[in-house]
């Protein structure tokens, strides 16, 4: 099993960043993907998750800027951030899981899969 986030960067406040996480060796389409970010000094936090009939779900600080998606063809899971804030910097993680779906609450022990991490810096 393999999850492999990209798509970090450095923006100014106000721009965007597209986040891709690449699957492979599971079954995709029976998998529930959430993206969980850890800033500086702090704990991992869940983003937003997507499960595999497409129910979503965005946490409050990031619901109207940020967008899942899934390509079930592709394998592959998308997070596209838009209106970014300095708060939003943070080593950004996706994460597999068969046994919840989306909405379920966005804990870390929920996911038995996990990517390296992409960083999204945002400053001016």
């Known amino acids: 099993v393999q999850l492999q986030a990209s798509g970090g960067g450095l923006v100014q406040p106000g721009g965007s960043l597209r986040l891709s996480c690449a699957a492979s060796?599971?079954?995709?389409?029976?998998?529930?993907i959430a993206w969980f970010r850890q800033a500086p000094g702090k704990e991992r936090e869940g983003v937003s998750c997507?499960?595999?009939?497409?129910?979503?779900y965005y946490v409050d600080s990031v619901r109207g800027r940020f967008t899942i998606s899934r390509d079930n063809a592709n394998n592959t899971v998308y997070l596209q951030m838009n209106s970014l804030k300095p708060d939003d910097t943070a080593v950004y993680y996706c994460?597999?899981?068969?046994?919840?779906?989306?909405?379920?609450?966005?804990?870390?022990?929920?996911?038995?899969?996990w990517g390296q991490g992409t960083e999204v810096t945002i400053s001016s």
């Open positions: 994460a597999a899981t068969s046994h919840f779906s989306c909405p379920s609450p966005l804990k870390v022990g929920n996911y038995d899969y």
């Open positions: 060796g599971f079954i995709f389409r029976y998998y529930t």
């Open positions: 997507i499960s595999g009939s497409g129910s979503l």
